[in-house]
Structures are given as C-alpha cells and as structure tokens.
Nanobody
C-alpha cells in the first residue's frame, strides 16, 4: 500500500528555517510527481511546491518563491522541502502528495492532480 509520511515540522522563530521530509513506503518514489501543500486553520489547502519525477520541473507558490526549495533523493525514497526565512503566515499543517508519472515530466500545484496524501506535519512560526 502506498504510504507517505511527513516529518520535520515544529516551532520556529520568524526568520528561521526548517526542512520537511516526505518519505515514501510501499512504492518507488522516482515513479511519482510529488507536491507539498499546506492548510492553515480556517483556510483551504493550498499548493506550496511540486517536483516532477525526474526533478527537472519544479513549481512554487508566489508566496514562497525565493524562500523554499523542493528537492528529491530517489535513492532515499524521500522528497524534501527546505524552508528558509520563515514568516508567521507560513504557519500551517504541511502535507505531501503523490501522483504517478505522466507522459509529460511536468507537475502542477493542484489538489486534483495528486492521488495519494500523507497525514501532515505541523509548522508553527512564532516568536
């Protein structure tokens, strides 16, 4: 059974950094596009970033461009989200999601693009 497990969340001060991990089990990650989403209390889940199967295509939400970096280590079956210069508005539960490879090596930050989801990890940015 395909399973995604997020880790690395926590409490950090504004301006700080965190690295989230999305570990896969039950399948080979290099066959899947991976996305990161987040959901703050009272708000809809929004796309943060995504990376294609090859890693050749990445996308970021405007709100995180220049601060967040997505990467993948297929040997470790893990995708990472490096988050720098964190702001209080980055506070949310962060989810990773997977979609089996498509004809084109492109990913999209749309919830409907992804089929499988992790349980999420809480990120809180506060002084």
């Amino acid at each position: 059974q395909l399973q995604l497990v997020e880790s690395g969340g926590g409490l950090v001060q504004p301006g700080g950094s965190l690295r989230l991990s999305c570990a896969a089990s039950g399948f080979t990650l290099d066959m899947y596009h991976i996305g990161w989403f987040r959901q703050a209390p009272g708000k809809e889940r929004e796309g943060v970033s995504c990376i294609s199967t090859s890693g050749g295509n990445t996308n970021y939400a405007d709100s995180v461009k220049g601060r967040f970096t997505i990467s993948r280590d297929n040997a470790k079956n893990t995708v990472y989200l490096q988050m720098n210069s964190l702001k209080p508005e980055d506070t949310a539960v962060y989810f990773c999601a997977a979609r089996r490879r498509t004809v084109q090596d492109l990913c999209f930050m749309a919830r409907l693009f992804f089929n499988d989801w992790g349980q999420g990890t809480q990120v809180t940015v506060s002084s």
